[in-house]
Every structure is written in C-alpha cells, then in structure tokens.
C-alpha cells in the first residue's frame, strides 16, 4: 500500500443547511444533486446536514422522489434502496416564486426550523444553479430577508456559490459581480471552475511543490513550450438551449486558464486561501491580452460538421464547438514560452492534459542530430490519471545508440488508492462547507478571464472574416487549422 508522508490534512465540511436554487435545471441534475448524493453516500456529507432543493415548477414529493431516483440511477445505478432513503430524510424541497419578497421571508422561517430539526448552527451554503442573470436578484433578495448575515457578527455563516461563466461578456459579468457583492462580501462568495476539484489537477501543484526538480526547471530557461488539451468525445448532449448563446470559448475558458494558471503560477508559501489566490491573481496579470489583429492570427475557432443538424440549434448557425489558441505570459518565468491550448467537443476521444515540453539539446552530441524533444512531462487529467516523464536513454546493446522511454506514474498505484474518493463537485461542495476558499476562484481571477475573453469574442463579433471558422469532421481532433497554428512554430500538439 502506498504510504502518506508527514503533512496530510482533510477537510471536514461543517454541520449546514444547503439550499439549491435552480434545482430542476441542467447543471443541478447532472453534476449538483448527483454530487450531493455521492457525499451522503460516501459518508462525507456533515452529519447534521440538511438539502432544501428550490424552483419554480412545482412538484410534490412523489414526483420529487422519483426524479431524485432517476437522478441517482443515472450516475450511481448499484445504490442500495436505504441509502437513497437516508438521502431523502435530508431532502424537502419548495416551490420558488424569485421575484417575491414573501418567499424569502419564508424560506428563513423555513431554514430556522430545519436548523432546530437537524442541529445546525445557523449555517448555510446557498448554490445559485441558475442562469447569471438570476444571481444578482438572488443575492439581493437573501440579504434582504437577512439570510446573508454578515459572518463576522457570529458563529454562524452564510455562502453563495456560483458557476463558471459567471456571466456573458466582461461588461455583463462585472455587473453581475457587482450586484452579488452589494449583497455579500468577497469571502462570502464561491465562484466554482469544478477543473481546480479534480484530483489530478491538484496533483500538478503537488508534485511541483515537493519535488524541486522539477520546479527547479519550470521556466522559460529549460521549456520551450506548454501544451493544454481538453478534448471532449461528446457533443452537445441535448444541451442546444445552453449552448447556442454560449459557445465553446465562454463554456471553456475558465476551465482552461484555470489549468494554465496552475501549471504557471508560481508556488504559494502555504496552501491557505489567500496565499493561493494571490499568486494565481498575478498569473492573470501576467496574462497578455490579445490585439485585435492576435485574436485573429492566434487563435482558431471551429464547429463540428454535425452541430447544425443538432436539435435546437439555428440553421446557419456560427457557434464555436473548437478553439486552439496560443497564448502568452509576461512574466520572468515564462517570456518567451508559448502556451498552446485547444479544446473542443465531438473530436473523437476524451481526454484533457497538461504537456511542459522541453527544450531540445542544443550542445553536446546531439548538437547537430535532431531528436524532437526527448523530455516532455505529461500530466494526463482525465480519462487516464497519470504522470509521465520522457527521456532518451541508451538502447540496450553492444552499440551505443539511445532510444526514446517514459517513466510513468499511475495516479492510483494500488486498490486502496482506488477506494471511493470525491469527484470533483463532492470535492468543492466539501470546500465550500469547510469554508475553505483555495479551490474557488476570486473576483481578480473572473476580471482576468473576462479581460483576456473579451478582445476575442469582439473579434469574431466584429471583424469574423479575421477568425473564419472552421468545419471539422465529427470525431477529429478539430480543423487543420489547429494544426498550422502550432505546425507554424515548428511544434506540433503530440
Ligand atoms: C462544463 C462545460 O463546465 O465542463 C461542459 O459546461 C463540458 O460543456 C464540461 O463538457 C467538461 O467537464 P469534464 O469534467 O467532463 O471534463
């Protein structure tokens, strides 16, 4: 069995009422409440520990349960009938009516008496899955019927978690986070990006931590490049209404600077929140927003050839499903250091990594002899969980020749680091009960995002013919235009 080294924390989520907004919705169906589910199954949910499920459609608790049932079979089909009871002995849900006053002031009473029923200390976490336009009014009617208490007046606490995109374009989402901290302060709001819960990102920051070999060599001295990949087999699942006035870029690129920012920030001195936060804020910084002209010549946008015959979508219909793009840090780590970035949906496999490709040798006997570049440290985040490290050694023999080998490391060794862990929404809802904000992204990180987006959808919107896009064929890894944008530079994706 592998073993655990000196520091190893857990963190313990605190005993809380969890209200979702939008609990009939998409987002709610296919990530929250299975996710919820998955705490209570796990044993990782508090014990005192309660779930009000808000919407407007109404519904009675027949019909509750057996959406909730439908929901759990989906995503955990061999859960055993108590447990699905326990979870619903945790679960009431109301009928929502946003805009009225009234309805607040009932859900207060409501949370005052589930909080005497299950033994919480005024404490609750309130998960807006709603559209971004529906946070601001949200927020605003919590704080009025004084579910937003301030929490340093007491030991009881109040939190708003939100989701990526956190709103439409850079003017858009900085309304909406205006409206939000009229109601809340920064340290009372959650913006979630579910990548930062994934296992295997957050090994990427510790294994740089750990092992000064690598960190040591993390810079523009020894990389030459960075790759990012987060490809996706599906399409659009039925999601059209979502996605149409969305697109892949605003879909996405939280999860994709999210990624960059790990792989390039410098380490934090601790793994608190705001040491964490601070560091990531000057990645952002250091991020170089594109000209006009560089949003056409560096980035590449396209669309599956099978997207305008999806139900929903509108005939003629330009919305991105692929985007590569290479982008640029101006810091004394990385100047000079390219980032190439793709990701896109319908492009025949899953997978989503993290490639630090370095530099070529440039003296010595390989001087002369091009060998490609013989070390690429591999971060594979998902299907497969694994590191890898590739290097030339000498091949096996009399003659002195040298082969191309990798070293591996599989994420879960053995079956005990196989054991039931959290997925990435349990891990973050735990962080957010726990009231722990390393995970969540602060409200510099959202500007920053929305700054760098912003110059390239104006692109699009305004000058298209300097980004056409580009047709791919379902289950390619996108147009050949992702190629040429990293062929140019003499690399190449893998
Ligand atoms: C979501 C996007 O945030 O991330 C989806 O809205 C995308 O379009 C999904 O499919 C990808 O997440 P994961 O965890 O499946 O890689």
């Not at 030459?224 to 605003?250: P, S, Y």
């Not at 985040?381 to 890898?388: M, Y």
Request: net charge neutral; with cysteine; glycine share 8%.
């Amino acid at each position: 069995m592998t073993e655990t080294l000196g520091f190893c924390e857990e963190t313990r989520p605190e005993g809380c009422g969890f209200v979702l907004f939008g609990a009939t919705g998409d987002l709610a169906g296919r990530k929250i409440l299975p996710a919820l589910f998955g705490l209570c199954e796990k044993r990782l949910a508090p014990k005192n520990f309660y779930l009000v499920l808000a919407a407007r459609t109404p519904m009675d608790r027949n019909a509750l349960e057996s959406r909730l049932w439908n929901i759990v079979m989906r995503t955990s089909p061999s859960t055993a009938p108590e447990v699905f009871s326990a979870f619903l002995a945790r679960i009431e849900y109301v009928q929502a009516d946003y805009g009225d006053p009234a309805f607040f002031k009932k859900l207060a009473a409501r949370l005052t008496e589930l909080d005497a029923k299950f033994n919480v200390k005024r404490k609750h976490l309130f998960y807006l899955a709603t559209p971004p336009a529906a946070f601001e009014g949200l927020a605003g009617s919590l704080r009025d019927s004084g579910l937003l208490l301030d929490p340093k007046d007491c030991t009881c606490w109040s939190r708003v978690v939100i989701e990526k995109p956190y709103g439409s374009s850079l003017e858009n989402a900085a309304a909406i986070d205006a409206g939000i901290k009229r109601a809340a302060h920064e340290s009372q709001v959650y913006r979630i990006d579910h990548f930062t819960g994934k296992e295997t990102v957050q090994n990427v920051l510790a294994l740089r931590s750990a092992n000064a070999v690598f960190d040591g060599t993390w810079n523009g001295r020894f990389v030459d490049h960075v790759r990012i990949t987060a490809l996706e087999e599906l399409g659009l699942e039925g999601r059209a209404g979502f996605f149409e006035g969305m697109g892949l870029a605003r879909d996405m690129m939280s999860h994709l600077l999210q990624l960059a920012a790990i792989t390039a920030m410098d380490l934090p001195s601790s793994f608190r929140d705001t040491d964490f936060k601070a560091e990531k804020k000057k990645f952002f910084e250091s991020l170089r927003i594109f000209s006009p002209e560089e949003a056409g010549s560096c980035v590449v946008r396209g669309q599956y050839a099978g997207y305008a015959a999806e139900p929903g979508v509108a005939g003629g219909s330009a919305t991105e499903t692929f985007l590569a793009l290479k982008l640029a840090v101006d810091n004394d780590r990385w100047r000079g250091v390219p980032f190439y970035v793709r990701a896109g949906k319908k492009t025949g496999a899953k997978r989503t990594c993290i490639e630090i490709v370095y530099k070529k040798p440039d003296h010595g006997i390989f001087r002369d002899i091009d060998i490609g570049y013989p070390n690429v440290f591999s971060f594979s985040i998902q299907p497969e969980e694994k590191v890898d490290f590739s290097l030339i050694s000498k091949h096996p023999g009399p003659k002195l020749c040298f082969t191309r080998r990798s070293m591996g490391l599989d994420y879960r060794l053995d079956e005990h680091d196989k054991a039931p862990y959290p997925t990435d929404y349990e891990r973050l809802l735990i962080e957010a009960m726990a009231g722990d904000q390393t995970l969540f992204l602060s409200d510099a990180e959202m500007r920053g995002m929305w700054n760098f987006l912003s110059p390239i959808l104006g692109t699009w919107q305004r000058r298209p013919q300097a980004c056409p896009l580009h047709i791919y064929q379902d289950g390619t890894p996108g147009p050949a235009a992702a190629q040429e944008l990293i062929k140019k530079d003499k690399r190449a994706w893998e």
